[in-house]
């Protein structure tokens, strides 16, 4: 049996290619699908099936157009409810590749359609591996607050979510390797770890939420304390049940002059600048939004544009306003209306103004920390981050929730402001929010929270952390 797994650090989300005498099927594909017929044909496999997991929300799919391209059945669990021709399992559905058996576990939780995969090479061999999309994952397991409504409650899905671990998933045998759909760094769980794949062994012995407890407490602590949901997460999951159209079907950006990205910029586009923090404090176009393409472009995307927002993109080179536009597409950003040709040099050289914001390192954050009682610290990380720990004086103001609890810090936008973060991208991020918001004296503070441990300063820890 032929089987590999495609990760996509973008996004980390992880996909697989299935393959046995000659057929395979894809699971979980991501929205750009040319490198499963690459690799498909590269192995001498025809695609037979794609299987959906469940109606993905921190992704857009490329099921419908994987399809199209290969002639392969959809496939997903019958509580899904897609508007397209495609094949509804339940529970106990076998589907063969080969001499390969894929048998369907109805797994609710996650989603009412959540489905798990199990693989197995023939009718003499025990069950090898199971592909858990967004129900079990390395560490953690899938939040139960994505359901999009439905007539669930958080609160239900964690109930079937217990019921999917403990009365499926955990009476698998310990040595099946487990496959999830998403690792560190997705907003689909809690506590996700970086490793990409292990067994139910393992995770039975070291996942918390695993451990030995009632319904009752798994439900309590799966439902307590959840990060908010990105607003992009209801579009996708709509856009996945209806289809998406082909990548190729986008426009490209146009090439636009100083004067054109200015006028679109007074008309209500977002100018999105996708050079690193540095090149984006040296110097920009004001009122831009910097989201660099070094890190998790694709979720900060989703997370802090508005879904139909006019997008103007600025970055070094042609090739990557292309690899922008479609990494935003993943997600379903899909009206870029063009990029600034030439870049800030072009703009600079058409004489309007460039913004900067200086970068200072944990060195010199400390010194302003001892010597100057205006300096305002705030750190952009998420609330669990900040709960373990954080440089002194600084308020907590999570990333994607900036804009919407700004007016409650009470900030003062003359005074300097140091923004934090674990290593420099999302407060650079956050910069460029807060000149948005008229803050005139801000720094962006290198390696972050990071170089500030590394380099041995002490730390503040919130007094309900340490309370008895």
């Known amino acids: 049996m032929y089987f590999k797994q495609f ?6 989300h992880a996909s697989y290619l299935i393959g046995s005498e000659g057929e395979a099927a894809v699971v979980d594909p991501q929205r750009d699908v040319d490198q499963y017929i690459e690799e498909a044909n590269a192995q001498n496999l025809t695609i037979k099936y794609i299987i959906e997991t469940h109606l993905h929300a921190d992704f857009v799919s ?34 063969t590749i080969g001499r390969a058996k894929l048998r369907i576990m109805e797994t609710p939780g996650h989603t009412p359609e959540s489905i798990c995969v199990l693989i197995t090479e023939d009718e003499a061999h025990a069950p090898q591996k199971v592909l858990t999309g967004d129900t079990l994952f390395i560490g953690d397991v899938g939040r139960p607050d994505l359901a999009g409504g439905r007539g669930h409650t958080p609160q239900s899905m964690a109930a079937m979510m217990y019921d999917s671990l403990h009365k499926k998933l955990l009476k698998l045998p310990d040595e099946v390797e487990v496959y999830p759909a998403h690792g560190a760094g997705s907003m689909c769980g809690k506590n996700l770890s970086s490793e990409t794949s292990s067994t139910i062994g393992q995770q039975r012995k070291f996942n918390y939420a695993l451990q030995p407890m009632t319904k009752d407490e798994f439900v309590t602590m799966m439902t307590t304390d959840l990060p908010e949901a990105p607003a992009y997460f209801a579009k996708d999951a709509e856009i996945n049940r209806d289809g998406a159209q082909p990548l190729e079907n986008l426009s490209p950006p146009a090439d636009l002059t100083p004067s054109q990205v200015a006028s679109a910029a007074q008309q209500g586009a977002v100018i999105l600048d996708t050079r690193s923090a540095a090149e984006f ?20 995307a989703g997370s802090l544009i508005p879904l139909n927002s006019p997008i103007v993109i600025v970055a070094e080179s042609t ?7 479609v990494r935003m597409a993943r997600v379903g950003l899909e009206n870029v ?3 600034l040709d030439g870049g800030v040099g072009a703009w600079a050289k058409a004489g309007f103004e460039v913004a900067a914001v200086p970068q200072i390192s944990v060195g010199e954050l400390k010194e302003l920390i001892e010597t100057r009682a205006d ?18 004086r600084a308020i907590t103001a999570p990333l994607a929730k900036l804009r919407e609890i700004l007016p409650s810090l009470k900030l003062d936008p003359s005074k300097p402001a140091a923004i934090i973060c674990a290593g420099g991208y999302r407060s650079s991020a956050a910069t460029s929010i807060l000149q948005q918001h008229g803050f005139t004296d801000l720094l962006n503070v290198t390696g972050g929270t990071t170089a500030w441990i590394k380099a041995g300063y002490g730390v503040e820890v919130p007094a309900a952390v340490n309370a008895p």
């Open 375 to 392: 300096l305002q610290v705030v750190d952009v990380r998420r609330q669990a981050e900040f709960q373990s720990g954080h440089a002194p």
């Open 281 to 300: 404090g040296a110097g920009h176009v004001p009122g831009s939004l910097n989201i660099g393409l070094g890190g998790q472009f694709a979720s900060w």
């Open 319 to 325: 090739k990557r306003v292309s690899e922008a536009q």
């Open 7 to 12: 990760y996509l650090g973008c996004l980390a």
């Open 62 to 95: 490329g099921h419908r157009e994987l399809a199209d391209k290969t002639g392969a059945e959809i496939v997903f669990g019958k509580e899904a409810g897609a508007t397209f021709p495609h094949r509804a399992v339940k529970d106990g559905d076998e589907l």
């Open 337 to 339: 209306i063009g990029f």
